[in-house]
């Protein structure tokens, strides 16, 4: 691997200093330079090379050529490792130069010194991954898709790429994004009869995929378990800090799954199991991010068994406290953000709440055969962030799904998939984003995603 | 890892029979009948669970109840391995169930003793996962994904979720999908002044993304090396078995990168890399894929080294054999697919061309300082597919980047990116579907992502 490493450049990123080298190596790093304090005899110099959260310094003695060596500016030196007196490696440079200018005076929005806020930040998106702490978010949420993707693929399920453009309105929800080309030219030359124009590339009214399960389940219905790890897309006029109009669904779908908790039980381990891959892979980023946020970083829930409610138990619970809470108790609408919130709290841990009442989910839920007022839905609750998956054992019943009042009409394929051949099948959805803000505390859901695409603001 | 594949079911994937187990132990499977043989004493079916394309038989002796297993039901079977005289594991069933029926009889469009047409499964997109050469693309598609991510994190590269919405109008060429929201009462209650209503959820024109270089190039400005997996979109009238409406592209973009012929070797070593780590996880998959295609599968390209042209050099080889081609020859507009397939053929492997005419390639490539004609940049020609890859050095001097006359006028923030502390930066873009046809020989882009989407086509 390290032959690979080099391949393309033998200069050495700074994460990997302290795995890969020891003191008295000579090495060759690049990166932008972030703070610099000149003493007496040398120049010492903060470098980023965008791998790590963590302060690396370059030591420049004053005999070399540093009169280029300012803020922002892009360095290449060649030096020894030393062990600095803080523990940590440091680079005695022999050679360095700079390779471009930072112009940090010429209209650059961030002050290195100064701790910018987000909103502040966010306002210069091509310029965010320049701050440490954008930059740590982007490597544990790398880092947290390949955990999922490496989780999954050793359970032997088959990640299936559900598709954007659907023809699936979402029930009629009316929250979904329109497609269609640009050009008034194509769409006429590619008219039919009966074909409203602005239709024509598909024939009919295309949308942007709010959920990849429908086609995930006709996957699994030929390879068995699948998963998909894709964008969203909700047309909401939220400003909330949990929403974003694209945002990344992590779905799955087991085969030959007959109970809720079996559903639970998976969830539960794999949550875990991926969080603590990541505490290996990204530990001094996620507390870099917690640090930054103010949040905390014991992940209690890590440690503690999860535990199980229904419906009817955590309604009670949130009855009983109501005199505790501010907003309404509606028995019939299922929890507020604050009552879920409560519910952790009050169990101190997270919370699967199972068996929901059958009005307030969806057509493809499994009705229960001895109550059919409940079906076999779950939600998982968080500390935090609320509600992070929602999942459901599926109705496996051609029959009972084809008689369905709410069925979409332009579902009979979904129908199909149970006549020929059925399965009992279910599964589950997380938003990722929500997962990195329970990771990392961070408060707004713009701040762990690259480009945050929401109401009146699409940059880029 | 075993305790946890056990987790949620304590069935055993066929494709893991052959590692797991030894004659004699006693398992569990569960899957679709796909053949059914009735012989004096013995029921022979061919079972298929999704996890494998290779046959795998179970015998049921006639003394159990046998009459519901007809072809395309469902079957759970306890048993025990034995190794059959062909030398295969096979399981003789001490128990058998029938979980659901098949119906095949009852409106089932595919005939499991035929070999339909793939135009003709592309019709049943529903129940396609269930014809064997498609799932088995399925399970390829996945792991080619699994080998991507795997490589790109062992190099240290950061995957980057560029964004799908995008304002970028991809230099106006008049082949991107526009989005807005379906609803026109949210479009009203939006509504600002002087904004057309139907971009009234972001205030401007929002398309689909037709690639993520430039999102990219933005975070490796603070990360390094970034790559992006991501699906990109083009609104083109194009029937051609090698285009989608709808298609993913892999993308990577490496910083400190000074020579277009270091970027080729990079693509030449990951390529080679990760087909190899396919036909390590895959191998039965392949062969499957690569006869039902009646291609051939000696991948003779995998083990030459690969050739590097000018396109001068590549230029004045089509040139001198324009007598065998068919397609015009146009010094100034590149290759037909037809010379870059003659090209691929001349050298005996895949070829590089580097140095493309300036004119002929987008405002971000870096113009030679010796040549303003030529521009660092290079198409990857493949064998069956022609070209697979195009990525170049980007131009990362401010100044000439901000006065190339073909500069979109709204993106100003690339070359903010230069400004402060620029870096020479180079990559590519892969079409992944194209790669994947490139492997199994499959003729129609359509067949190897689970749902195409193409001209008045979107099922589902």
């Given at each position: 691997m390290f032959l690979i490493r080099r391949y393309y450049s033998s200069v050495q990123r700074i994460a990997q200093i302290a795995n890969a080298t020891k003191p008295g190596d000579t090495l060759q790093i690049q990166g932008w330079i972030k703070n610099v304090r000149r003493l007496k005899n040398n120049i010492f110099?903060?470098?980023?090379?965008?791998?790590?959260?963590?302060?690396?310094?370059?030591?420049?003695?004053?005999?070399?050529?540093?009169?280029?060596?300012t803020l922002g500016s892009v360095v290449s030196a060649v030096g020894r490792v030393q062990l600095a007196p803080n523990g940590h490696y440091e680079l005695h440079a022999d050679e360095v130069k700079a390779l471009a200018e930072g112009h940090v005076q010429s209209g650059y929005p961030f002050s290195p010194?100064?701790?910018?806020?987000?909103?502040?930040?966010?306002?210069?998106?091509?310029?965010?991954?320049?701050?440490?702490?954008?930059?740590?978010?982007?490597?544990?949420?790398?880092?947290?898709?390949?955990?999922?993707?490496?989780?999954?693929?050793?359970?032997?399920?088959?990640?299936?790429?559900?598709?954007?453009?659907?023809?699936?309105?979402?029930?009629?929800?009316?929250?979904?994004?329109?497609?269609?080309?640009?050009?008034?030219?194509?769409?006429?030359?590619?008219?039919?009869?009966?074909?409203?124009?602005?239709?024509?590339?598909?024939?009919?009214?295309?949308?942007?995929?709010?959920?990849?399960?429908?086609?995930?389940?006709?996957?699994?219905?030929?390879?068995?378990?699948?998963?998909?790890?894709?964008?969203?897309?909700?047309?909401?006029?939220?400003?909330s800090p949990l929403h974003l109009a694209e945002f990344y669904m992590f779905e799955a779908e087991l085969v030959h799954i007959e109970q809720l908790d079996t559903l639970a039980a998976f969830i539960e381990r794999m949550l875990k199991d991926i969080t603590n891959r990541l505490l290996n892979s990204s530990a001094s980023d996620l507390h870099f991010c917690q640090q930054n946020a103010n949040a905390s970083s014991d992940l209690a829930w890590l440690q503690a068994p999860w535990k199980i409610l229904s419906y009817d138990e955590a309604m009670a619970?949130?009855?009983?406290?109501?005199?505790?809470?501010?907003?309404?108790?509606?028995?019939?609408?299922?929890?507020?953000?604050?009552?879920?919130?409560?519910?952790?709290?009050?169990?101190?841990?997270?919370?699967?709440?199972?068996?929901?009442?059958?009005?307030?989910?969806?057509?493809?839920?499994?009705?229960?055969?001895?109550?059919?007022?409940?079906?076999?839905?779950?939600?998982?609750?968080?500390?935090?962030?609320?509600?992070?998956?929602?999942?459901?054992?599926?109705?496996?019943?051609?029959?009972?799904?084809?008689?369905?009042?709410?069925?979409?009409?332009?579902?009979?394929?979904?129908?199909?998939?149970?006549?020929?051949?059925?399965?009992?099948?279910?599964?589950?959805?997380?938003?990722?984003?929500?997962y990195l803000q329970l990771l990392t505390g961070v408060k707004n859901i713009r701040d762990v995603i690259p480009y945050p695409r929401y109401p009146h603001s699409c940059k880029m």
């Open positions: 110099l903060d470098i980023s090379d965008g791998s790590t959260s963590e302060k690396f310094q370059l030591v420049v003695p004053r005999n070399l050529d540093t009169h280029q060596l010194k100064q701790k910018h806020p987000p909103e502040y930040v966010r306002e210069h998106l091509h310029l965010r991954s320049r701050i440490d702490y954008i930059a740590a978010q982007m490597r544990i949420r790398h880092k947290a898709q390949k955990a999922i993707h490496d989780y999954m693929d050793a359970l032997n399920f088959v990640q299936i790429n559900t598709p954007i453009l659907t023809t699936n309105d979402c029930e009629g929800a009316g929250e979904v994004f329109r497609v269609q080309p640009d050009s008034e030219r194509l769409l006429k030359q590619m008219a039919r009869p009966n074909v409203p124009p602005e239709q024509s590339y598909f024939d009919q009214k295309v949308f942007l995929s709010v959920s990849g399960q429908l086609h995930l389940e006709a996957m699994s219905y030929g390879l068995g378990n699948t998963y998909t790890f894709a964008p969203a897309f909700r047309a909401e006029n939220s400003k619970l949130v009855v009983a406290n109501s005199d505790k809470l501010k907003s309404a108790v509606s028995p019939d609408e299922g929890f507020s953000k604050e009552q879920e919130l409560f519910l952790v709290a009050h169990c101190g841990a997270p919370v699967f709440v199972l068996n929901w009442p059958t009005q307030q989910k969806p057509f493809y839920m499994k009705i229960s055969r001895s109550d059919p007022q409940r079906v076999h839905a779950l939600d998982l609750l968080m500390p935090s962030v609320g509600e992070l998956c929602g999942g459901s054992l599926r109705e496996c019943d051609a029959e009972l799904l084809a008689a369905h009042p709410q069925l979409p009409k332009d579902l009979a394929w979904y129908v199909d998939l149970r006549k020929y051949g059925g399965l009992p099948t279910g599964g589950f959805g997380m938003g990722f984003e929500r």
